[in-house]
């Protein structure tokens, strides 16, 4: 007789494969915009991201992608003995570079329409038949002089025309943005691909704008990535960190200006990072920085909606003795009592606190983290929030009683007592059986 455990699959690629379906089903019609640099085109490695990208296309998601051509301009400004101007981090385009922009443009355009045509069999390609579009999408103007500085043809993006590219995009094309700009007057005007990826985004109200920078992308003062974090805090490492790279601090602004205009998500990958775009949109941690208008991962109140979402937390620890046992009509007449942490919509950790107010006391119970998320001090987290929770309704001091957790929370302040300190009416309520270890912590001199 073959048991249900027995049927169950370990194998990774088919674990991975049924996580990944939820975002498959979520990306599905809706529009990405990705930005990608010359460097990314340049690389050896290139024809990786259009088959990731070609993936994406094939998952009925619209792709618009914009790219910048910095390496290819500059080597043919080096082969004319020329070179690109930048001041106060600002690039002078004069004639001579206008030339090397535009013939660049138009080369790395054709370099990524080229690949998006590949159909060889037994290819990652194969069978694609991807169509690419292209067009005066951006209405530019002149930066003009400032300072004293003529910037020449160094533009920014006045108007993004969204229809003209949905018209696209509906047709079941990838549109190709590059980062040029015309005036109503007939003039081409050079951008930041950065300002262009931005703009097209807002003017489409896309899903998200996902950019491939140079390097690890958002980090802290420790060089770790920074995961999840708000417009806000990107102006604060904008502020305090003057060194960060040019191409980085334009696509930090950039991001900045999308998500508070309306696009929900923006993305910042390593572009040297094979599959990033994949691992980034297909896992619920991704890779890369992720900038939000509101927090990705929040703690807040329980409501009755997440009574599944606690039960999936919690049954694995009750199984194996260190949760007393819930069932979900008890969850759902508790659920008030109970503070969660959510990332991406799902529960990730939890815990109750039951006040005795007579006795200014309360319990702490059923604190529990998601066995992917116990090594990065969310339990810290947690555990100073329920605390301060207690504090604001008056209570003095916090119990708990646990079978299999008392180290940890030993370490955290709590002190063993006796069943006797707690109050008459939990005590009533203790089950000698299970013969759990009461600690206390008293919250005033923890302040």
């Known amino acids: 007789m073959v048991t249900k455990r027995q049927q169950q699959t370990t194998d990774p690629f088919i674990e991975w494969f049924r996580g990944s379906s939820p975002y498959i089903h979520a990306h599905r019609g809706h ?165 262009v990826a931005a703009s097209a985004a807002i003017a489409l109200g896309a899903d998200k704008l996902i950019s491939l920078v140079e390097g690890k992308g958002l980090t802290d003062s420790r060089n770790r990535l920074i995961p999840n974090t ?57 890779v890369g920085s992720l900038i939000t208008a509101e927090p990705y991962e929040k703690t807040r109140t329980a409501r009755i909606d997440d009574v599944r979402g606690l039960l999936g937390l919690i049954e694995p620890l009750e199984s194996q003795g260190i949760l007393v046992r819930r069932s979900r009509e008890l969850l759902e007449t508790e659920i008030d009592h109970f503070t969660l942490m959510e990332r991406d919509g799902m529960v990730i950790a939890c815990a109750a606190l039951y006040p005795y107010p007579d006795e200014s006391m309360a319990e702490l119970a059923c604190v529990a983290v998601h066995t992917s998320y116990r090594n990065d001090g969310r339990g810290d987290r947690l555990l100073a929030h329920m605390e301060v929770k207690a504090r604001q309704q008056g209570i003095t001091k916090l119990f708990l009683l646990t079978t299999q957790t008392a180290h940890w929370f030993m370490e955290r302040g709590f002190v063993v007592s006796s069943l006797k300190a707690l109050p008459i009416q939990r005590r009533r309520l203790y089950n000698y059986r299970r013969n759990a270890k009461v600690f206390l912590k008293d919250l005033k001199s923890a302040e």
């Open 31 to 195: 529009t990405l915009v990705v930005c990608i640099g010359g460097e990314a085109v340049a690389d050896v490695n290139f024809a990786n991201l259009i088959h990731d990208l070609a993936l994406l296309h094939g998952l009925g998601i619209r792709l618009v992608l914009v790219h910048g051509a910095r390496p290819q301009i500059e080597a043919r400004l080096k082969a004319r003995n020329a070179e690109m101007q930048y001041i106060n981090g600002l690039r002078v385009t004069d004639d001579a570079a206008l030339i090397c922009v535009k013939e660049a443009a138009g080369a790395v355009r054709v370099e990524i329409e080229a690949l998006l045509s590949m159909g060889l069999a037994n290819s990652p390609m194969a069978g694609a038949r991807i169509r690419a579009a292209s067009g005066n999408f951006v209405t530019a103007k002149p930066i003009g002089v400032r300072d004293g500085i003529d910037y020449c043809h160094t533009g920014e993006v006045r108007r993004v025309d969204g229809e003209a590219i949905k018209q696209r995009l509906d047709s079941g094309a990838i549109a190709i943005i590059p980062s040029l700009g015309y005036s109503p007057t007939g003039e081409v005007f050079n951008l930041s691909a950065a300002d």
């Open 230 to 286: 708000t417009p806000r805090e990107v102006e604060k490492v904008l502020e305090r960190r003057k060194n960060l790279p040019e191409d980085l601090t334009q696509q930090l602004r950039a991001a900045i200006s999308a998500c508070r205009s309306g696009v929900k998500r923006i993305h910042l990958l390593d572009r040297r990072l094979d599959g990033a775009l994949l691992k980034e949109l297909f896992t619920r941690d991704g």
